[in-house]
């Protein structure tokens, strides 16, 4: 068996972490962003969860904090925008935004498919704001995410992009009602849905070939 890196230990560890603070916060109340937004101390509340983490999964907390320091200093950090902001988030590829009461792996299912929305840099964090918030409201999909500042080896330069989750491609009129929300969100250019069958086959735009389900 192919013994793992300490830095790729730290990195699983980290976006386990991560799902288990958001979980952990949704169940008191807030969002993680919606603490951090408004300039909460939640530190005790962090570290209660951190220790509940570090507990349950040894290796993994020894991993985060030989990697990212202690408790304080990975609190600090989510304060300062890490797994909140796009721009300002290094350590895990993607912020996931479910929908409310919508179970955790629905954006996997077979019959899904998302709306992508390309940005530059300078203008994604404006735009997840929106788009996050509206799924938050529950007004979009059932979830969304974006791309943040972590370099990925999968991409084929520095666009960043906004991925619009629905449950049933084949539900056109529920497609096109997102879409028609993106457009009053401010997301007025051409848009390429694709589904999850593309994207589980590995099939990705190349000339010639067709993977956008719907385009509006």
Same mark, same amino acid.
């Given at each position: 068996?192919?013994?793992? &890196?300490?830095?790729?230990?730290?990195?699983?560890?980290?976006?386990?972490?991560?799902?288990?603070?958001?979980?952990?916060?949704?169940?008191?109340?807030?969002?993680?962003?919606?603490?951090?937004?408004?300039? *909460?101390?939640?530190?005790?509340?962090?570290?209660?969860?951190?220790?509940?983490?570090?507990?349950?999964?040894?290796? %993994?907390?020894?991993? %985060?904090?030989? +990697?990212?320091?202690?408790?304080? @200093?990975? #609190?600090? &950090?989510?304060?300062?925008?890490?797994?909140?902001?796009?721009?300002?988030?290094?350590?895990? #590829?993607?912020?996931?935004?479910?929908?409310?009461?919508?179970? @955790? $792996?629905?954006?996997?299912?077979?019959?899904?498919?998302?709306?992508?929305?390309? %940005?530059?840099?300078?203008?994604? $964090? @404006?735009?997840?704001?929106?788009? +996050?918030?509206? *799924?938050?409201?529950?007004?979009?999909?059932?979830?969304?995410?974006?791309?943040? @500042?972590?370099?990925?080896?999968?991409? +084929? $330069?520095?666009?960043?992009?906004?991925?619009?989750? *629905?449950?049933?491609?084949?539900?056109?009129?529920?497609?096109?009602?997102? +879409?028609?929300?993106?457009?009053?969100?401010?997301? *007025? $250019?051409?848009?390429? #849905?694709?589904?999850?069958?593309?994207?589980?086959?590995?099939?990705?735009?190349?000339?010639?070939?067709?993977?956008?389900? #719907?385009?509006?």
């Amino acid at each position: 068996m192919e013994e793992v &890196s300490p830095d790729e230990l730290a990195d699983v560890a980290y976006g386990l972490f991560e799902v288990m603070l958001n979980a952990e916060l949704e169940n008191c109340g807030p969002y993680l962003f919606e603490l951090v937004e408004a300039g *909460t101390d939640f530190e005790p509340l962090f570290t209660r969860i951190f220790t509940k983490f570090s507990e349950e999964y040894p290796q %993994l907390g020894e991993a %985060l904090i030989h +990697r990212f320091g202690g408790p304080s @200093a990975i #609190y600090q &950090s989510i304060c300062e925008g890490e797994g909140v902001v796009p721009s300002m988030t290094t350590r895990m #590829y993607w912020i996931v935004q479910d929908a409310p009461e919508v179970q @955790a $792996d629905a954006i996997e299912d077979e019959l899904a498919g998302k709306w992508l929305i390309f %940005l530059p840099p300078e203008e994604v $964090d @404006a735009a997840w704001v929106k788009v +996050r918030n509206a *799924t938050r409201r529950n007004e979009l999909g059932i979830s969304a995410k974006v791309s943040t @500042a972590k370099p990925n080896p999968d991409s +084929r $330069d520095n666009t960043k992009v906004i991925y619009v989750y *629905t449950p049933d491609w084949r539900d056109e009129a529920d497609v096109m009602r997102v +879409r028609e929300c993106l457009r009053e969100l401010g997301f *007025t $250019d051409r848009l390429g #849905y694709k589904r999850n069958i593309e994207t589980f086959k590995g099939e990705y735009s190349q000339k010639g070939k067709r993977v956008t389900f #719907y385009s509006a």
